[in-house]
């Protein structure tokens, strides 16, 4: 058996890794690209608006090493330009972290046709799409015992049945949760791992209504008593990253507190 540091140093260091953090300008996705910067990858984020993501990643390469590839990744242009981008700069993928997503709320009688097609195509299409297209770069340097990652982006939404009306948004998350365990087999003997985090409540835009009005209710219901943090975002997916993570593989992780439970 080859010996593997136990060093925590070791086991959970993320640098010198290539990540790619789609919608991570804003966010869940700037949580967990601060989080990767931090700690010494470098770093590619991506965004529909190009002027954002620029400014964002010239903000944490104050701290690191972040560059921007700005893209429209509900569209086959977008997610070509993105790949074609990277492709060009990078040999290889250590991480992919598929963050990008959209939401629709409306009422179950009037819930538009369109809407519902936007959510599934970035939610899920993209996702699948986006996997197929870099698989190059992330089996490049991928190993059985050091895999590339693939951590997917699902929600609590799509584990238990959400109290908003955000039909495709719940459906499309729960469809993320299981493509990550049909890629996770399918993709394991290739040397990367698929897994999902479950986020529950944390400060974002796609946020910013529900927490307006029920942050104190979400509170009261959460085992932990509170939303969640930046860290607690960033912790988790450097440890799916990480040497300490290497087997495990087509999971999905709730990150809410034990809100999903109660």
């Known amino acids: 058996m080859v010996e593997q540091s136990l060093l925590i140093q070791d086991l959970f260091s993320v640098a010198g890794k290539v990540v790619l953090v789609t919608g991570g300008s804003r966010g869940i996705g700037l949580m967990i690209a601060h989080g990767f910067v931090a700690n010494g990858a470098k770093v590619y984020i991506s965004s529909r608006k190009a002027d954002v993501c620029h400014a964002v990643a010239a903000e944490l390469s104050k701290n690191g090493r972040c560059l921007a590839i700005p893209a429209d990744l509900a569209t086959n242009e977008g997610r070509e330009t993105l790949i074609t981008t990277l492709q060009a ?8 972290v598929n963050n990008a997503g959209a939401a629709w709320g409306a009422p179950f009688d009037t819930y538009p046709e369109s809407g519902y097609d936007k959510v599934m195509e970035i939610n899920v299409k993209s996702i699948f799409m986006l996997t197929q297209a870099l698989l190059p770069l992330l089996e490049a340097n991928a190993s059985l015992t050091n895999p590339a990652r693939v951590i997917n982006i699902g929600s609590i939404d799509g584990i238990q049945v959400p109290s908003t009306e955000n039909y495709a948004y719940s459906a499309s998350k729960a469809a993320v949760h299981h493509l990550t365990k049909v890629l996770g087999v399918q993709l394991g003997r290739r040397g990367i791992t698929v897994n999902a985090i479950a986020p529950g409540p944390f400060e974002s835009k796609m946020t910013a209504w529900m927490l307006e009005n029920f942050q104190e209710d979400i509170e009261a219901q959460c085992p932990l008593g509170r939303i969640g943090r930046p860290a607690d975002m960033a912790g988790i997916a450097l440890y799916l990253a990480s040497a300490a993570a290497a087997y495990v593989n087509g999971v ?9 439970l109660a």
């Open 89 to 96: 700069q990078e040999a290889s993928l250590d991480v992919l």
């Open 252 to 260: 999905v992780i709730p990150v809410d507190g034990g809100l999903h």
